[in-house]
Nanobody, 126 residues
Framework: QVQLVESGGGLVQPGGPLRLSCAASGIIFSINTMGWYRQAPGNQRELVAAITSGGITNYADSVKGRFTISRDNAKNTVYLQMNSLKPEDTAVYYC????????????????????WGQGTQVTVSS
């Protein structure tokens, strides 16, 4: 059974950093493209960062230059380093494996696992 467990969220002031982690089990993690989604109240879940099995990355314009996705295949874990956080980054963050066409950008990718984790809440506020 696939399990995705996100952690590391919290309350942070604008401009501050936060690092999220996602531990995956039940999948062959090392060969999967992985990504981070977020969902703010009243909004659809959106993909904000993706990383291939080889470490190639892609980001949504809204987070480019501020967020960094990385992975540790030995630990079956994907990370999201978030810097210069803004109030509009407030959301529940989820990880998932990704399927689709990488060459189409983030819009060409979709979640590969149907049972999402519980997510981790990120709140950016002073």
């Amino acid at each position: 059974q696939v399990q995705l467990v996100e952690s590391g969220g919290g309350l942070v002031q604008p401009g501050g950093p936060l690092r999220l982690s996602c531990a995956a089990s039940g999948i062959i993690f090392s060969i999967n493209t992985m990504g981070w989604y977020r969902q703010a109240p009243g909004n659809q879940r959106e993909l904000v960062a993706a990383i291939t099995s080889g470490g190639i990355t892609n980001y949504a314009d809204s987070v480019k230059g501020r967020f960094t996705i990385s992975r540790d295949n030995a630990k079956n874990t994907v990370y999201l380093q978030m810097n210069s956080l803004k109030p509009e980054d407030t959301a529940v963050y989820y990880c998932n494996s990704l399927i689709g066409k990488w060459y189409r950008g983030l819009s060409g990718l979709g979640p590969g696992v149907g049972n999402w984790g519980q997510g981790t809440q990120v709140t950016v506020s002073s």
